[in-house]
């Protein structure tokens, strides 16, 4: 099992995941010791929707209300909330979150951007944001098209820290 965001080479070479100690329980790491600097993650992911669902969000038309606004405000909250969502991230003090909206042919792109000067990433808040306001859109629009498919989640780039910087390759 490898994961590249938390990962170092162990005695023998193997990477080992630091959120598990060496009987294999599961853990916070400890940032104590690491040096404060500059951080930021992008994420992005779509939402899938009739043309019908996708008109009324466009003109403004859903009997909810603003779905992107709504969507925007519920991203920004759960990446302020994510050390309280994901069990063994740590709680952070972010500096920014932004997310935008792009409109496509059969939906909706969103991309979120996360950044602090800390200790440890914030990729984990950059996804929790986008993931939130595409749920959101998801909840707005419901009544217009309940067959909505959501996906395509993932980093994009992330900035900072000891390993530096990392962009997704195109897919």
Known sequence: MFHPCHSCDGPSGMTRLTHLDGSGAARMVDIG????????????????????????????????????????????????????????????????????????????????????????????EALVAVSTALLTIYDMAKALDRAMVIGEIRLIEKRGGKSGTWRASEA
Do not use: W, Y
């Not at 909810?64 to 302020?80: E, H, Q, S, T």
């Not at 909206?101 to 440890?120: P, Q, V």
């Open 33 to 124: 010791a690491k040096q404060p600097s500059a951080r930021i993650a992008v994420a992005s992911g779509r939402i899938k929707m009739s043309q019908e669902a996708l008109g009324a969000i466009k003109g403004g038309d859903n009997p909810k209300g603003d779905v992107l606004a709504a969507a925007r405000i519920a991203g920004i909250m759960a990446a302020k909330r994510t050390g309280d969502l994901i069990p063994l991230c740590h709680p952070l003090a972010l500096d920014a979150v932004t997310i935008d909206f792009a409109l496509e042919n059969d939906g909706l792109r969103a991309t979120a951007s996360a950044s602090l000067t800390g200790k440890t990433g914030v990729e984990m």
